[in-house]
């Protein structure tokens, strides 16, 4: 079973507040949150390029202000945050930069999926992602945190500021509208 990243280290926190070893901590946070911060951003943007600038993007807005990191929320949770906030603001900087609206960004996503060379999947494997990419930006965001990454309704809630019941309800439409995508798609 993977480790579960939402569990703050208290002696990581402690060494990422200590300027003498603030750098090695970082490090370590970049190994451990690294991959999973990664596929959060590309199951958002769907570009494993683009996914790796954000996540480098990511990191550096992580660690120049690694010093505001007052603990009240988990190290995860505020990495999250800044992920999802970098994944956001980029969809919305493209889908101005290229002038679409977001049913022509659904679109270009599935396009980029088509075109990817970077996954490997099954028939059904791409279809998944296609469907998913067809989902409104909060409700894809909101499954692929419960699906791919597990993640509890409570780490959502602080990820995202949203009620649990509200990530319920965007889950279950999510899951719904994916199914409808499988049925009308055969």
């Known amino acids: 079973m993977a480790k579960d990243i939402t569990k703050d280290d208290p002696m990581l926190i402690s060494r990422l507040r200590d300027p003498a070893t603030v750098r090695e901590a970082f490090g370590e946070v970049i190994k451990l949150y690294g991959e999973p911060l ?12 683009d996914a790796d600038d954000l996540l480098q993007n990511t990191f550096m807005k992580a ?10 929320a988990k190290l995860s949770t505020w990495l999250y945050k800044i992920a999802i906030n970098e994944s956001i603001t980029f969809l919305a900087r493209e889908r101005k930069r290229m002038n679409l ?3 022509d960004e659904d679109s270009r996503l599935i396009d980029l999926i088509e075109a990817d060379t970077y996954v490997d999947g099954d028939e059904l494997a791409l279809k998944l992602r296609k469907a998913i990419a067809s989902l409104p930006e909060k409700q894809r965001l909101v499954f692929n945190m419960r699906y791919y990454d597990d993640m509890k309704y409570e780490a959502m809630s602080e ?5 649990v019941g509200a990530l319920k309800a965007s889950y279950h439409l999510a899951v719904k509208k994916i199914e409808q995508f499988f049925t009308n798609n055969d």
Request: hydrophobic letters at 35%.
């Open 101 to 103: 609206s977001i049913d």
């Open 159 to 163: 990820v995202l500021g949203t009620s």
């Open 63 to 72: 660690w120049s202000s690694i010093d505001n990191f007052r603990g009240d």
């Open 38 to 49: 990664y596929w959060q951003i590309r199951r958002m943007v769907e570009s494993h390029e």
